[in-house]
C-alpha cells in the first residue's frame, strides 16, 4: 500500500506561480510512474504531468506543456508539480498518482492505482 499526501494547493493570480508538493508514504520502493491529474469543474478527469522512472521520462498534457514542470525529491519520496503562468482553466482539483507499472504510452488514461486525496488551486483573473 501506498500513500499520497498532497500539499501546497490554494490561490493564485493569473500569470502568478504555485507549487504542489505530494508524499509518498509506505510501500513506495517499485513505483515507476508518478505523477498529476486534475479535475476541473464539469469536465473529465485530465493527465496533467507523469514522470516514469523506468524509462526516465517525463510527459506532459499540451495544455500544461512550457508552464507546468515535474520534479522529485527521491530522499524526500516527494514529488513536485510548478504551476507557472497560471491561467484561469488551471482551476481543478489536483491529484497526485503512483503505480508500479509503466504508462509510457498510456499514461493519460489514468490507471494508476495509488491516487492521493486531491488538493485545491484556484486561479483568478
Known amino acids: 500500500q501506498v500513500d499520497l499526501l498532497e500539499s501546497g494547493g490554494g490561490s493564485a493570480q493569473a500569470g502568478g506561480s504555485l507549487t504542489l508538493a505530494c508524499k509518498a508514504d509506505g510501500h513506495t520502493r517499485g513505483l515507476n510512474c508518478m505523477g498529476w491529474f486534475r479535475q476541473i469543474p464539469g469536465k473529465e478527469r485530465e493527465g496533467v504531468a507523469v514522470h516514469c522512472a523506468g524509462s526516465g521520462s517525463t510527459f506532459y498534457a499540451a495544455s500544461v506543456k512550457g508552464r507546468f514542470a515535474d520534479s522529485q525529491d527521491t530522499a524526500k519520496k516527494t514529488k513536485y508539480l510548478h504551476l507557472n503562468s497560471l491561467k484561469s482553466d488551471d482551476t481543478a482539483i489536483y491529484y497526485c498518482?503512483?503505480?508500479?507499472?509503466?504508462?509510457?504510452?498510456?499514461?493519460?488514461?489514468?490507471?494508476?492505482?495509488?491516487w492521493g486525496q486531491g488538493i485545491q488551486v484556484t486561479v483568478s483573473s
Open positions: 498518482v503512483a503505480d508500479n507499472r509503466s504508462f509510457e504510452s498510456s499514461w493519460e488514461r489514468g490507471l494508476f492505482k495509488y
